[in-house]
């Protein structure tokens, strides 16, 4: 338990917790309100962090408007000066014009269609500027979302109190889920707790708060001793205090060359009282260190001494 | 009150200091002078920095200028080697050209109007070159400017020199006004207070100088206790010390992936003496955690025991 | 000998080890299972990690791909309305339109061949958007795959136990191979040796963790004093351990503006029990300081006193 | 003095010193050889750290080889399968084929040349993607090289031996050149002396070793106490001992986003024994402080005390 015991971490004061503070997603659970839109609104984050299917559906209205606008601009003011035009009727005319509005916000530029006079010259010349300018926005957003860290860290589905040394502990075990390599991880766990009616937060020690290589998996350990804040509660104890555990983990990732981050949370529901991890690592037949992934989450019943 | 008091915290030393060291806005207030300009200049940092308004002006007078450039080009070497061209006079010549010349500029290329003969081919075939190379900076500028994080910590109106355990103690409030992640939150808060006719710098201790979780507001608390530069000074004495309280927030943006910073200065007109910041967390009917942040700066007064 | 002796260093507890943990190149050994595909496969670091032939060839297959199926668009809904195409057989027909496809694709727009009409004028326009989209992917990954920081840290070929002040140090060296400058450097070693059956981990200290400066060379020191797991240990008490030293180099690459890692192993068969490293640096006749990367392995057999 | 003193940081072991190991300009002076070439070169770190001028060339250089290759493919295996050339010999046909390549390879695209048949076909389609592909990598390497952060701290010329309260101090004086903000700036300054023959290098105590804020000049201060190797040397026991200080700052630039680094080095040329940096900030008369960077390396003389 370290000196920060009893400060608030960031979550400010809650009194009397019902929901999670952090959904098993890893995402906050707080609603939040009170500033107007264009405070709270930032265009980039917004267009990083929506669905892909939203993504490119948003892409597909701003080729269509875009195409739209310049093609008005042509019909309204120009459409004599575009030359090469084939049509037999206003609307093919029409057509015709926002093809060549397309070709041009594209640079495809094929040239059956081309403006002569000054104005479709202009209009024409502004809207294949307004197309780099704008597609290097889309395309810069679209490998922006595409080269993003996504989350890799998986955890395992419940948290144990289980035997350590002479005492118990705290444990949840992590693991790299795709096959780059993450550096320098470090894990910090943040334990919300009941006591006497409002809630304390609390840092848990670690026994390794971090590990340079991180090739497998990792077993998060906080012993609890005589000073950690779950000393002497049995499970229906711990039940009473109706505790949320607050995992993060930082560390490199060496493929995005980005440092990365995940956020995880444990409620009653997610944590046994009196298991152990299965050992998921083992050599194989020639002799190479293997380990089971899918059995992360995997772990025994085990008696558990009173603390 | 750190080692580091009494050091100048890079602020140089300053004798009587009647303008603040930083704007409310968080930027320096500083006069510099002295280089000459192109050892001041960087012209990334300028194109980075200057407004959207200004840069698409720029943008604009940039083709423009280029194709003027190349389009004189063309006129007075090769205007008879650009076949295709329709005109019934000199300025729609020239005008012809200068379209011509966008076109290659931008790749649109219609063909209408294209080079024949080693001067305009080869005149056309740098300007694509050109282009190409240009629009990559224009749009990799413009992308820059786009992704670059904003300032998103928004600060409390005021600061408060309140009651704090059975002592009192500086505090403000923050707050992450965007709908992102901010991991990993440090603050610093650097005081500048006259002394004896000279202006004394101090790095102030905080209760708690960093938090991992920052889902909604942090306040920040200096303990004005025997250490504390302040210590001892009533309301009419703080005044008479002309502070400045110097605030650095630093965190991880889990939406641009950057490290993000902020600045804040307060100074005698922006410290209330003798105030409490109200709750702005609370659980709403669903029992799901609450945070207003548009009552970030409110505070109700409350008196204050003398140190 | 830190704190952390004993514990796990990440890579999990295996008990008796045949193969090393970590190659020479500095991968590790670890053969992971147990996830479904879509879990542990992502696609930008597939993209980023696959060899540049290979990469190549994925590009070539999608630009083939791509072109046939737009080409099959066209073909089966509006062949009539690709004007300007010159064919005198069906496969004839075929070809125009491929290359008109690839035309639109890449945005090069002959215009020979254009689209007239609704279907085709809209295939087209989706084709070309399609394609700025999907090239922006593909030379993001190529500008990705080149500027990555590539593995740049030299390390000797054997590890040496060699004599250090009046005591033994396990030593290495490691060099910067390229022009560039790699600035505060940190080292880390992990040792993990064969105890009472199992295997246990270690973290070694060092005599030096780190150095600002990074101009040529760095011998990484071990001393083998009385807190070292290796104290007391002959060459055939180290054989009999069957150590396995891993290292870890990070730093932060002046020319890519990245932090950079190394990783490497050395086993028993890469260290060589009573050697000193010779001295690679010297003045030339100039007074420049020179250094002889082409001997960073070089070393000279010397006898070690007993630990 | 801290505890790192006679080590090597990262210089090696140099016997008697001639040169410097650091230039002026911060590039070490080290000449390295004994790898081969293809260890030591790589193709981006050389392409971002040329000269502009020798950059423009070799994308001249590269833009015309890839159009003479091309357009001796095209020349070579299918002259006739481009349509709408216009020649009237030989060397017009190389002409037309050559900026048909070029129009082709920056996807321009005229059209007026445009291939017909399958051999004209598919180079010209393959052209076009080899011209995309390396565009990408050409307008990175542009934008790369505009967007890097340049050097951009300012030295005082001459590094002093200044009175520091009752004893002396070797101080030398840094200023932020650009209008942008670097924040978090830390210094280490590193000192290489001859002693019995042989250079040895100290990592030199600072009086303060980073500033949160710097907004204009930051003085670097090393007391020569008894803790100094410096201590007690006076002007000619300095020179006898042929120092050299290797200053390194570090800080977080806010316009490039990035960290940046730069390197200094003084040696006894750039040392004036008894001297006092002139104060450069003051008050303008409208209160404002004001800084003149004009005078950052002026200095006075000043007798000096023994130590």
Redesign the interface.
Known sequence: MSK?QD?????????????R?MTKEGN????????PFN????I??FL??ISWKRFFLL?LLW?LLV?VLFTGLYYLICPSHL??M?FNSESERF??I??FS???L???????I?????SA?LI??LE??F???S??????L???R?????P?I?FSEQALIAPYQDKTAFMLRIAN?????I???KA?I?LSISENGSRKFYALSL??ES?????????LVHPIDANSPLYGLDEAGLRQVDPEF?I?I?G?D??????I?A?MSYTMAEIFYGGKFV???A??E???????????SHFEKIGLKKN
Chains 1, 2, 3, 4 share one sequence.
């Open positions: 920060i400060k608030e971490l960031g979550f400010g004061t809650v009194e009397q917790r019902q929901r503070l906050y659970n707080y609603i939040r309100f009170g500033l405070e709270t609104f930032h980039y984050q990083i962090q892409v080729y195409n030359t090469g084939v057509m015709e926002f093809f397309s070709q041009t594209t640079t495809v530029g094929y040239g059956r081309n403006p002569s006079g000054w010259g024409s010349s294949s500027l197309g780099l300018l597609f290097a926005l889309v395309t810069g679209l490998y922006g595409f080269s993003k860290p996504s890799r998986k889920q795709l096959e780059s390599n550096l320098d991880v910090q943040s026994e390794r590990v340079v290589f991180f090739p497998s998996n990792w077993t607050l993060f930082q490199f060496d493929t995005f060359y980005q440092n981050h956020k050992k998921i690592t050599l194989n020639d002799g190479y260190p293997t380990v089971d992934l899918g059995a992360l």
